[in-house]
Every structure is written in structure tokens, then in C-alpha cells.
């Protein structure tokens, strides 16, 4: 008689061919998840300008302390800029969301007013006035609270073929402005 007993059975280890395989095509896939989710977000204008509080973010590189000035770390000589405001539900600009032109200036309804300009013949972007704004993180200035009482009231673009203005009478009125390179 024979006698059989139970073998416990195991998965023989991976190969050496089997685990470069493995680790191929998991940095595959991160690979498609990376390229799906730059294509979900879009190409994102350089700058934004957020909410009531001001939040100016650029999408790469980092904001650089000029003397009274700060200017994205990114040198890009540029020709102007165009600038859309994305308004919340039932608010609208009279003269149509878009503009472009050679400066943008931002206005509080307590009078301080935020500038993105050319410097000089260098093309060089400078957002000013440099001290009410602080660097929150390298890619991020901000000025004010998202519920200060204070809010931004308009949006106004210069130096262009056809001047344009947004402004918004209530705190509710504005959801984003982007702010594009030319």
C-alpha cells in the first residue's frame, strides 16, 4: 500500500525576466496616467487670479523678488497679454469676458490696485506693487483673505487696440481671471 501525503504546494519567486517585465509595465501605466491627467487639466494659462482674495499662481517656475517688483523665475518675452474672466452664475462683463493689451491692472473696492506689465524693452513680466503681495510658495503670491470685506471690483486691460474693463458689483460676481501670455 502506498501511502500518499498532502505537498503544500508554492508559486515558484518570480524570475529576474518576470519581475523587469512587472516593473516595465507599472512605470507604463504611470506613464498613461500622467499623459491622461495632463490632458484633463488642459493647458492652464500661466497666471490666475482667484477669487476675492488674490491668489496669482503661475503654472511653472516660481516668483522671483525684484526691487519693487516680482516676476516669474520663467523669462518669456512677451508681447501683451489677454485676459478672460470666468463670472459666476447671473454676473457678466458688459463688454464681453475677454481682452488683451500690453498691461492689466486688478482694483479693490478699497482702491489698492494690483499691475502685470512689460519691464522695459526687456519684455520681462513684473506684477507690482511688490510689498502688499507675500509669497505663499514658490509659485503662489497673495494679497488679502478669501472673506475680507473688501473684494476685487474690476479688471481692466490697457495698451491695446480696444481698451477693456470688467468690474463687478458684488464679492459674488467673479470666480477667476486668467491672465495669458502674447
Known amino acids: 500500500m502506498e501511502a500518499r501525503t498532502r505537498g503544500t504546494s ?3 519567486p518570480l524570475s529576474t525576466v518576470q519581475w523587469i517585465a512587472l516593473i516595465i509595465a507599472f512605470l507604463a501605466l ?3 496616467v500622467y499623459l491622461a ?3 484633463l487639466l488642459g493647458d492652464e494659462p500661466p497666471i490666475r487670479v482667484r477669487n476675492g482674495s ?3 499662481v503661475l503654472k511653472k517656475g516660481e516668483w522671483n523678488a525684484e526691487v519693487d517688483a516680482w516676476s516669474p523665475s520663467d523669462d518669456k518675452v512677451v508681447s501683451g497679454f489677454t485676459v478672460s474672466v470666468e463670472s459666476s452664475a447671473g454676473y457678466s462683463c458688459g463688454a464681453g469676458q475677454t ?3 500690453q498691461e492689466v491692472s486688478v482694483s479693490y473696492t478699497d482702491g489698492t490696485q494690483v499691475s502685470f506689465k512689460q519691464a522695459g524693452s526687456s519684455g520681462k513680466i513684473v506684477v507690482q506693487p511688490k510689498d502688499i503681495l507675500r509669497k505663499a510658495s514658490p509659485r503662489l503670491l497673495e494679497h488679502g483673505q478669501a472673506n475680507d470685506k473688501d473684494y476685487i471690483n474690476a479688471v481692466e ?3 491695446g487696440v480696444a481698451p477693456w474693463t470688467c468690474e463687478f458689483e458684488s464679492d459674488k460676481a467673479l470666480r477667476v481671471i486668467k491672465i495669458e501670455l502674447m
Open 10 to 12: 508554492t508559486k515558484p
Open 30 to 32: 504611470l506613464g498613461i
Open 37 to 39: 491627467v495632463q490632458y
Open 54 to 56: 488674490l491668489e496669482i
Open 99 to 101: 481682452g488683451s493689451g
Open 157 to 159: 486691460v490697457k495698451g
